[in-house]
């Protein structure tokens, strides 16, 4: 059964006094995704954990307005980020359509398909079937005319490419997104797809892998590849879902993602070794009048090539400190090499 809470978008009974701060743009960084026209802020608001249906809404809203107000313009989700599924789609739903329809023009929406979302043979991976139901489901839930990304979430392994990039490029001709993305897909389905793609007439715009100072895997061939194709590249888990933030030098906190026991970071993954490490690199960003996160994004944006940095947040307050830490100076050759050091 629906719960209460989520009213159709249209109907939505959240306070609606929101009104976007004039100084929305005095600060925030845009960076140029690929070779196409699109800018997005150097910090994206993912919306994977933290506004699922347990979650209190009026965190969820604060955490979306305050994000805005700061410049935040990309908001990420997919048909499954919840719980449970689709359950973050209708909040922001809601919370859209209390506070954002004023401001729709002046926001980048994606959301993702390619994991499980209903039952049957059609409910997940990368056929047209799926790829074009899910999103008319995202686009219901979200009351939205049109998403401004949508990405295959991972590559289908049995179905072929074509037939993927297809369903991308027929999403966009009809109106349902104006660009197309990719995730999770290894250097060479890569390479196939924007090629697929770009025959199509369709571009592939962004690509969005997990990358941090704990996951490095797209420096051995991805990155070269984007910028051979154009494609602009959008990081997820910059923090290692807050491993690489000071949350839990002393322990694990009963609010943090892995306090919260629940399937993506455990208690178990909280390992001496990687407290050790983040201790180590917490003095490293003292040392430049950073905390951790703020030295991770910087670490980050190093890279030219790296279109946005996809943040996740449990409080305004995590947003707030992330976009101050945009403004210290990029890094020495000497911080690098002690940071390399820390990682070895
Ligand atoms: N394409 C894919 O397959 C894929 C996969 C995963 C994620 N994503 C996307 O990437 C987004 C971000 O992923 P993520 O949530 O793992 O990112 P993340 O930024 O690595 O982790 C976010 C978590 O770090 C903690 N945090 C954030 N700012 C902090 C601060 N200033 N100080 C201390 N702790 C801080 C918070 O944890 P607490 O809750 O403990 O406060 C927050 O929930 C997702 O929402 C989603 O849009 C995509």
């Known amino acids: 059964m629906t719960p209460q809470r989520f009213l159709s978008p249209t109907a ?7 009104l976007a701060s004039t100084a929305r743009y005095d600060q925030m960084p845009f960076r140029r995704a690929g070779r196409s026209g699109l800018l997005l802020p150097s910090i ?41 599924q689709g359950a973050a789609e209708r909040t922001f739903g809601q919370i859209f359509a209390a506070d954002f329809k004023a401001y729709r023009d002046e926001m980048v929406i994606s959301t993702k398909a390619g994991y499980d979302m209903w039952p049957g043979p059609y409910g997940e991976w990368g056929s047209r079937k799926y790829l074009i139901a899910s999103l008319d489901q995202s686009l219901k839930r ?3 005319d049109y998403v401004d990304v949508f990405y295959s979430h991972r590559p289908d392994p049995e179905t072929p490419l074509e037939e993927t990039m297809g369903a991308l490029d027929h999403v966009v001709r009809s109106g349902r997104a104006l660009y197309v993305g990719i995730s999770n897909y290894s250097p060479e389905q890569t390479r196939e797809s924007s090629k697929i793609l770009r025959a199509l007439g369709t571009p592939c715009l962004l690509h969005q892998p997990r990358y941090n100072m704990f996951d490095r895997h797209i420096e051995a061939g991805l990155l ?28 694990i906190p009963g609010d943090s993602r892995a306090g919260k026991a ?18 180590k690199l917490a003095a490293i960003a003292r ?8 030295l991770a994004v910087t670490w ?21 400190e992330l976009y101050a830490g945009l403004s210290f100076p990029p890094l020495t050759d000497n911080e690098m090499a002690e940071i390399e050091r820390c990682l070895q």
């Open 224 to 251: 070269k590849v984007l910028k051979e194709e154009g494609i602009g590249c959008v990081v997820f888990s910059p923090l290692a879902q807050g491993l690489l933030t000071e949350r839990y030098l002393e322990g």
């Open 300 to 320: 980050i944006l190093r890279q030219p090539q790296i279109t946005s940095v996809l943040i996740g947040a449990s409080r305004p307050a995590q947003v707030e």
């Open 12 to 18: 939505s009974q959240l306070p609606t006094t929101y």
């Open 44 to 84: 994206s608001l993912g919306l994977w954990q933290n506004f699922g249906e347990a979650d209190p809404i009026a965190t969820s809203q604060a955490i979306l307005r305050r994000s805005f107000d700061l410049g935040v313009t990309h908001f990420d989700l997919a048909n499954n980020y919840g719980p449970p």
């Open 262 to 279: 629940g399937r993506f970071l455990k208690p178990e993954n909280v390992s001496q070794q990687v407290v050790d490490r983040a201790r």
């Open 142 to 144: 979200m009351g939205l």
């Open 287 to 294: 040392q430049r009048g950073q905390s951790l996160a703020q």
